[in-house]
């Protein structure tokens, strides 16, 4: 088992980090994953004869969160729902694609 760790950016809900770490460990020979909301980074354990650090990319940069996300990243969190844990305000995303666009940033 290879572990590896990386950066990506467009997180905007906690939703989203949630469902990209369960697609990336359905991922046949992926032992594990890890997607970190606050800190958008990535950390997968991974067989590499199994699956190529290219699929795990393809899985990362293809997944949708289908629930009904909030841009926690808004500038003026002045506006939308307020959530009742953390009392950060919180917009509804206006991603017509889905409520992340998520890139992949650092090296694998």
Same mark, same amino acid.
Request: with cysteine; hydrophobic share 35%.
């Given at each position: 088992?290879?572990?590896?760790? %990386? ?9 989203? !980090?949630?469902? +990209? #770490? *369960?697609?990336?460990?359905?991922? =046949? ?9 606050? %800190? ?9 004869? !199994?699956?190529? +650090? #290219? *699929?795990?990319?393809?899985?990362? =940069? ?47």
């Amino acid at each position: 088992m290879t572990r590896k760790h %990386t950066d990506i950016h467009g997180l905007n809900c906690p939703n989203c !980090a949630l469902t +990209l #770490e *369960r697609a990336i460990a359905t991922l =046949r020979g992926v032992r594990g994953a890890r997607v970190e909301f606050e %800190t958008e980074t990535v950390s997968v354990e991974y067989d590499p004869a !199994a699956v190529s +650090l #290219e *699929r795990i990319d393809l899985r990362i =940069r293809s997944a949708t969160c289908e629930s009904e996300c909030f841009d926690m990243s808004a500038p003026d969190r002045a506006f939308g729902k307020i959530d009742r844990e953390s009392g950060i305000a919180q917009t509804p995303s206006n991603h017509s694609d889905g409520c992340c666009q998520i890139v992949v940033d650092g090296d694998w």
